[in-house]
């Protein structure tokens, strides 16, 4: 009896370049690979594509790092991030996980050369000693008659002592690969099906600039077959760099993985995103308050569909309901708005207490308060001490109202101001004449003074049997509440007069009446 082949193990890997900080469309391949990976118990692997010596910034590295693990995007194998790494970044970070390490395409130079050396001793790579000039003029002259601009193999056949001659001499020169001519080279993409390519319109590409300086098709193949890499699952304008490395594999007789290639995040015109057009790069997104499980759901979402009208799903719950099968091929929207609303619902499920730790370091950054003790803050510009419950109360009043973390400032700031700045004529409700504000207005401070319990539950019943004696409750709530906020909108006037108390209460309501008296 023939024994059962053993199925090969499912290995991911997600290789950014450390040029800038993680795009949105970074995250989604990361993720993509991370499910597909968790999904099928396999490896997800890290591995950091630095071979742009110019553009590449360890600080990017270590920003690209941490945003993975702040979406909890936890990889197997790949460098490892210390926390002392994470504040001085070190001369390199070193530490790794996994028995395919080095991880960082910086450490792996010998690596490369050793395959580079193997191709050219087999013949399949060549010194191309053509100038920058005479590229150029072959690419124009190829263009205007209608062909593929690709290289026309004038060192093709170079004499071996010719090359050795040039390399002596230091003579500038760059590595290209024998592509072999007449050939299909086609493969099953696991998301759009067949795809084929003529190797005509690939010509003898550039490989490496020197043994030393291995270029990113090259380097892309290599890695992936020593790290084992079963599946490559990356976005879609990494279509026409497949058949390059098909035919890399190929010379260098490793097993070809399978590939997927993601749909394009296209913006609301249906275009390409780009970083002139909105945010692209996810620590925007982190520093305007959007929660990590938020940001994850609506990122799985764009070109995945789950099949059913289900939009709500935690990291455990999509790994449960991914597969490739159910990616699209057409481009994915990104649809802001539904961005803000999904946010907006993982905020509300947040405690109180969890929500208010959330808010806490915008309120800090826009300068409203210091934290003088564990649960004790200083209001900076009155000098008040307010406690933890305090903030709670204030957060609380738009819990159901926040799209993201960042909007809180705006909706709260009038709690934290000694003085309010607004025109007198935000008091007015609708034709009500500067007396009618004023003696509106007066008649909600005769309420505060005479309530002997300052709850919200006395104040409404209060008010309200007055607006029933003028006939509108919006003649007396609206000034009272544009009094206290000095905002067109806001929570409601009770809850805000109970939370800003009684002294704060009537201290408001009278520079109002000021307002309306001496303006």
């Known amino acids: 009896m023939t024994p059962k082949k053993e199925e090969k193990r499912i290995r991911t890997r997600f290789a950014p370049s450390p040029t800038g900080p993680l795009h949105i469309g970074g995250v989604r391949t990361a993720l993509f690979n991370y499910l597909f990976a968790r999904k099928n118990r396999g490896d997800f692997i890290l591995r950091i594509e630095d071979t742009d010596k110019e553009r590449s910034r360890q600080e990017w590295e270590v920003q690209l790092m941490e945003s993975l693990e702040w979406f909890g995007l936890n990889w197997d194998e790949g460098p490892v991030l210390s926390d002392q790494q994470k504040i001085d970044f070190g001369n390199h970070l070193v530490s790794y996980a996994g028995s395919h390490a080095p991880y960082r395409q910086s450490e792996r130079t010998d690596v490369y050369k050793k395959y580079l050396q193997q191709l050219i001793d087999s013949g399949r790579a060549y010194f191309c000693f053509c100038t920058k000039e005479e590229l150029d003029a072959q690419k124009q002259y190829l263009m205007s008659i209608?062909?593929?601009?690709?290289?026309?193999?004038?060192?093709?056949?170079?004499?071996?002592?010719?090359?050795?001659?040039?390399?002596?001499?230091?003579?500038?020169?760059v590595i290209r690969f024998?592509?072999?001519?007449?050939?299909?080279?086609?493969?099953?993409?696991?998301?759009?099906?067949?795809?084929?390519?003529?190797?005509?319109?690939?010509?003898?590409?550039?490989?490496a600039k020197d043994l030393e300086n291995p270029l990113y098709n090259f380097t892309c193949v290599v890695d992936d077959a020593e790290m084992e890499v079963s599946h490559v699952i990356r976005g879609e304008e990494h279509v026409s760099n497949t058949p390059k490395q098909i035919v890399l594999i190929k010379a260098l007789g490793f097993e070809e993985p399978a590939y997927a290639h993601l749909p394009l995040i296209l913006n609301t015109q249906k275009k390409k995103m780009s970083k002139r057009e909105g945010k692209t790069s996810v620590t925007e997104y982190m520093d305007e308050g959007y929660l990590p499980e938020a940001l994850i759901n609506f990122i799985a979402l764009l070109g995945w569909n789950p099949g059913?009208?289900?939009?709500?799903?935690?990291?455990?719950?999509?790994?449960?309901?991914?597969?490739?099968?159910?990616?699209?091929?057409?481009?994915?929207?990104?649809?802001?708005?539904?961005?803000?609303?999904?946010?907006?619902?993982?905020?509300?499920?947040?405690?109180?207490?969890?929500?208010?730790?959330?808010c806490v370091p915008y309120l800090e950054k826009a300068g409203f308060i210091e934290n003088i003790s564990l649960d004790l803050f200083r209001i900076k510009e009155t000098e008040e001490e307010v406690s933890v419950d305090w903030l709670e109360k204030v957060i609380s009043l738009y819990q159901e109202r926040l799209k993201k973390l960042s909007e809180i400032i705006e909706l709260v700031d009038y709690f934290f101001k000694k003085e309010l700045d607004y025109p007198k004529d935000l008091l007015r409700w609708k034709e009500m004449s500067d007396k009618e504000v004023a003696d509106s207005l007066n008649a909600c401070l005769k309420i505060v003074f005479g309530l002997d319990d300052f709850k919200a539950s006395s104040l409404q019943e209060a008010l309200f049997r007055e607006a029933e004696k003028m006939g509108d409750r919006g003649s007396l709530l609206w000034p009272l509440r544009a009094s206290l906020t000095g905002k067109k909108s806001s929570a409601g006037p009770v809850e805000i007069a109970e939370t800003l108390g009684r002294e704060k209460t009537i201290e408001r309501i009278k520079r109002a009446i000021r307002k309306m008296e001496n303006e």
Do not use: H
Request: some cysteine; charged content about 35%.
């Open 146 to 173: 209608g062909e593929p601009p690709v290289y026309q193999g004038k060192c093709r056949d170079l004499p071996g002592e010719k090359v050795s001659e040039y390399l002596k001499q230091g003579k500038k020169c």
């Open 308 to 358: 059913t009208d289900r939009e709500m799903f935690s990291l455990d719950e999509l790994i449960e309901e991914f597969s490739l099968e159910k990616i699209q091929k057409a481009g994915a929207v990104f649809n802001l708005e539904k961005l803000n609303w999904l946010n907006g619902v993982y905020l509300r499920k947040k405690s109180l207490k969890d929500l208010t730790s959330l």
């Open 178 to 207: 024998k592509t072999p001519e007449n050939l299909k080279i086609s493969f099953n993409d696991l998301i759009r099906g067949k795809i084929e390519f003529d190797s005509s319109v690939l010509g003898d590409f550039v490989i």
